[in-house]
Nanobody, 114 residues
Framework: QVQLVESGGGLVQPGGSLRLSCAVSGSIFRFYVMGWYRQAPGKQREMVATVTRGTSTNYADSVKGRFTISRDNAKNTVDLQMNSLKPEDTAIYYC????????WGQGTQVTVSS
């Protein structure tokens, strides 16, 4: 059973930065395309960014140029560096494969507010 543990969220002012990290149990991590997703109150979960088994990345238009996804196949982690945060980035952030195939973790709350 793969477990996903997200961390690094918090309260930040508009224009600030946060770095999220996702730890994935199990040795199969390196075979999957990984993604970060988010769900804002009253909205459906949406894809934010993905990274292939190598280094190819893809981003939602709303975060392009502000967020950077990366992965460490040796450590079984996938990170999301978020810069120039906006109030509309407020959401619970999750990681999973792309498309999602594993049970969701608890996520990490990101709140952007002055």
């Amino acid at each position: 059973q793969v477990q996903l543990v997200e961390s690094g969220g918090g309260l930040v002012q508009p224009g600030g930065s946060l770095r999220l990290s996702c730890a994935v149990s199990g040795s199969i991590f390196r075979f999957y395309v990984m993604g970060w997703y988010r769900q804002a109150p009253g909205k459906q979960r949406e894809m934010v960014a993905t990274v292939t088994r190598g280094t190819s990345t893809n981003y939602a238009d709303s975060v392009k140029g502000r967020f950077t996804i990366s992965r460490d196949n040796a450590k079984n982690t996938v990170d999301l560096q978020m810069n120039s945060l906006k109030p509309e980035d407020t959401a619970i952030y999750y990681c999973n494969t792309n498309p999602p195939t594993w049970s969701w973790g608890q996520g990490t709350q990101v709140t952007v507010s002055s």
